[in-house]
């Protein structure tokens, strides 16, 4: 159950979190593709296993959409074993791929052009493309005000009594656009903050001590 101040916590943390960590240069990508295909591999898994299998991608020349589209999708499986669920995530790669293709001409900047809501209809309506994975496609290659709700977003929030754990990820989505000012920047900032203190102290068992949050009321077992 969100509350009237709701809006306001979230600035506060916003501020807290800003001021502890600064900048956080996220998303670690050298190009837009390398965003997406991110993207795409990060679903269900750590962060760690995404970029082992990046990195066994740029080694085989395959980090281009020219180069994912020749990849037979076995060859692209083995590739991408690291980031877990293999055959799976190598279908999804492939799916956008025949979209990015065969609609906008392998043009990444054609598929990510128009109004945010059209392009996030169009981006959700490929197989495999949720909500998160296509706000994450937005926000990060698009550079457009659109918000990515994560595990960490959800547990964060939840702990400070801005969310219950039934919030639906539109909720929290539109929560946060209605409070924080919507610049691609901000929301890049903001995520990948939630991120860093989701990461040390906002744990699935919390570490209160010391965290830039910790003044704030909070819950931690929620």
Same mark, same amino acid.
């Given at each position: 159950? =969100?509350?009237?101040?709701?809006?306001?916590?979230?600035?506060?943390?916003?501020?807290?979190? *800003?001021?502890?960590?600064?900048?956080?240069?996220?998303?670690?990508?050298?190009?837009?593709?390398?965003?997406?295909?991110?993207?795409? $591999?990060?679903?269900?898994?750590? *962060?760690?296993? &995404? /970029?082992?299998?990046?990195? =066994?991608?740029? =080694? @085989?020349?395959?980090? =281009?959409?020219?180069?994912?589209? @020749? !990849?037979?999708?076995?060859?692209?499986?083995? $590739?991408?074993?690291?980031?877990?669920?293999?055959?799976?995530?190598?279908?999804? $790669?492939?799916?956008?791929?025949?979209?990015?293709?065969?609609?906008?001409?392998?043009?990444?900047?054609?598929?990510?052009?128009? /109004? !945010? %809501? %059209?392009?996030?209809?169009?981006?959700?309506?490929?197989?495999?493309?949720?909500?998160? #994975? @296509? %706000?994450?496609?937005? +926000?990060?290659?698009?550079?457009?005000?659109?918000?990515?709700?994560?595990?960490?977003?959800?547990?964060?929030?939840?702990?400070?009594? &801005?969310?219950?754990?039934?919030?639906?990820?539109? #909720? &929290?989505?539109?929560? &946060?656009?209605?409070?924080?000012?919507?610049?691609?920047?901000?929301?890049? /900032?903001?995520?990948?903050?939630?991120?860093?203190?989701?990461?040390?102290?906002?744990?699935?068992?919390?570490?209160?001590?010391?965290?830039? +949050? /910790?003044?704030?009321?909070?819950?931690? %077992?929620?």
């Amino acid at each position: 159950m =969100t509350t009237p101040s709701s809006g306001a916590v979230l600035r506060e943390i916003y501020e807290r979190l *800003w001021s502890a960590y600064g900048p956080q240069h996220w998303w670690p990508a050298q190009t837009s593709t390398e965003i997406v295909v991110g993207a795409i $591999l990060t679903q269900n898994t750590a *962060w760690k296993n &995404v /970029e082992r299998a990046i990195d =066994t991608l740029k =080694t @085989a020349d395959c980090l =281009t959409w020219a180069a994912l589209r @020749a !990849v037979a999708e076995r060859r692209l499986a083995d $590739l991408v074993r690291p980031a877990g669920t293999y055959r799976i995530k190598a279908a999804r $790669l492939k799916a956008f791929v025949e979209v990015l293709w065969t609609d906008y001409g392998g043009s990444l900047g054609s598929l990510l052009e128009g /109004e !945010v %809501d %059209d392009v996030r209809r169009r981006l959700r309506g490929i197989r495999g493309i949720g909500p998160e #994975t @296509a %706000d994450a496609i937005l +926000l990060y290659a698009g550079e457009r005000a659109t918000f990515v709700v994560d595990a960490y977003t959800r547990r964060v929030l939840r702990r400070h009594q &801005v969310i219950d754990g039934s919030a639906k990820y539109e #909720t &929290v989505r539109h929560l &946060v656009h209605s409070a924080i000012v919507p610049e691609p920047r901000v929301y890049n /900032e903001y995520h990948a903050l939630l991120v860093a203190v989701g990461k040390k102290h906002c744990r699935m068992r919390a570490r209160c001590t010391g965290c830039p +949050l /910790e003044p704030m009321p909070h819950d931690a %077992d929620l």
